[in-house]
């Protein structure tokens, strides 16, 4: 087998050395066959040029020519498999890359702004609201959070990999039952993956002051925080900062 297992992180040369490796292991199979490039590409329904990139590791190509191969070369499979292989090094080195930019991202705004005293909630100064941290997950973050991202319950529970049922539990006002230290991190990369419209929609929810109405005969209701959408199985927040 050409491909081993490559432990994280994947850097750019092993993926261009696993190429090269896949291209090599191509030209032997076709030099086993008794094949030339011009007659593997006619039976794979590419060019002789595209053959010969690959088998000197000079260029990627669809699976499909990597299953027509194995087929004409009778390789059982093994250059399929080291396809696979190689192409889920690459679906993993480029999501190393998005989390390294978006790392970098984060850092940039935080070393842009002052730092501000310990509280729940810290944002960048108005207008801005970019950097967002939230010390403790409490069901009035959990639903602003939902609400900044313009998520119904369902959805919401679908991105964190939880059941509804959960989510509904966080945000229950009456009973909330409070995230675990594991779902506290997901909702901190949650949070973080969200864009700069979403964590400033966040942070203005949770800054809204209670509204309050009047009951049938007068009666004043209970203060309820105003929201920027009516999502289903919402609970509204209360202030996050007293005297705010």
Wanted: include cysteine.
């Amino acid at each position: 087998m050409v491909m081993d297992a490559i432990s994280e992180p994947v850097t750019p040369e092993q993926i261009r050395d696993l190429q090269k490796a896949l291209g090599r292991q191509l030209a032997q199979r076709r030099n086993a066959a008794g094949m030339t490039q011009v007659t593997l590409a006619r039976r794979t329904a590419y060019s002789r040029s595209s053959v010969a990139n690959v088998e000197i590791g000079r260029s990627t190509i669809p699976r499909g020519f990597w299953e027509r191969a194995d087929r004409e070369l009778r390789a059982g499979g093994t250059l399929v498999d080291a396809f696979d292989s190689l192409h889920g090094l690459i679906t993993t080195l480029r999501t190393q890359k998005a989390r390294a930019a978006e790392h970098e991202r984060l850092l940039r705004h935080q070393a842009a702004m002052p730092s501000s005293p310990p509280n729940s909630l810290a944002v960048e100064p108005p207008g801005c609201e970019c950097t967002i941290t939230i010390a403790r997950w409490r069901e009035q973050e959990v639903l602003a959070l939902r609400e900044a991202l313009r998520l119904s319950l369902g959805a919401f529970a679908e991105r964190l990999r939880v059941p509804p049922s959960i989510v509904a539990a966080w945000e229950d006002r009456r009973q909330p039952a409070p995230p675990s230290l594991a779902m506290q991190a997901a909702l901190d990369d949650l949070l973080k993956l969200a864009d700069q419209d979403a964590r400033t929609r966040f942070a203005r929810i949770l800054r809204m002051p209670p509204m309050k109405s009047s009951a049938p005969g007068g009666a004043p209701e209970v203060g309820r925080r105003a929201t920027v959408t009516p999502l289903h199985g919402a609970k509204n927040a209360r202030r996050l900062v007293q005297g705010q």
